[in-house]
């Protein structure tokens, strides 16, 4: 499985990260997922998020769901991207993307890797009013 | 021996501070390192059960033997996303 992380705090390319998208002949599902800073959390309106990292361990962390992802489902790739420090409202934080024979481990692998990394990736996040 | 100790996120606030380090016994666990933190950080107490603890980049429960050289993280529960 290839994979490719970055956990940084230049803003997120999408445009540039389709387009480096690749899909062998015998995978049938690429689902991507955006998630996005919104304006209000915990029912207060918000400017933004500052999100903090332990960097080397959370690097360390993704690559472990990493290995387990693929123990799980055929995946081709994983590709994700999380931004840290200030990530204005609207604007995205998190990219993921699974290149799957078929659309049901895709969407079920992207959704394991998100809702996993919530629960062990040392990745914080601080509203800014 | 000296154990370094580094914090993330709010525990900054709660220590004021980013990192420390404290001298146990040989042989001392997790959980003996956070009775001594919890006496020079008071406000760590109330965060003791949902307190993650990492030595190096992996998590570790409160019963692993600490090694001298051994870097230990305290941080609250995670948030990426």
New interface residues.
């Given amino acids: 499985m290839k994979r490719q992380l970055t956990i940084a705090a230049e803003p997120i390319d999408e445009a540039g990260l389709l387009s480096k998208r690749k899909v062998s002949e015998n995978m049938g599902a690429a689902v991507y997922f955006l998630?996005v800073v919104r304006g209000q959390e915990d029912n207060k309106t918000i400017r933004a998020i500052e999100?903090?990292?332990?960097h080397?361990?959370?690097?360390?962390?993704f690559n472990l769901l990493f290995d387990q992802l693929e123990k799980r489902w055929p995946i081709e790739s994983v590709r994700l991207v999380?931004r840290i420090g200030r990530v204005l409202v609207n604007e995205p934080?998190?990219w993921v993307e699974v290149v799957a024979p078929h659309r049901g481990e895709a969407f079920a692998a992207c959704q394991w890797l998100?809702d996993e990394?919530?629960?062990?990736?040392?990745?914080?996040?601080?509203p800014v009013p | 021996m000296e154990i370094a100790v580094?914090f993330?996120?709010?525990f900054k606030e709660l220590t004021g501070c980013t990192r420390t380090t404290v001298t146990l016994a040989p042989d001392c666990s997790i959980a003996d390192l956070m009775k001594q933190l919890i006496g020079l950080f008071p406000k760590l107490a109330a965060m003791q059960n949902s307190t993650?603890i990492?030595v190096?980049?992996?998590?570790q429960t409160r019963s692993y033997r600490l090694q001298e050289g051994d870097e230990v993280?305290l941080?609250?529960p995670?948030?990426?996303?």
Avoid: C, N, T
């Fill in positions: 998630g999100y903090e990292s332990f080397q361990m959370a690097e360390h962390q999380h934080s998190l998100i990394m919530k629960r062990v990736v040392p990745i914080w996040k601080r | 580094h993330y996120s709010y993650l990492a190096g980049v992996d998590y993280s941080f609250p995670v948030q990426g996303g």
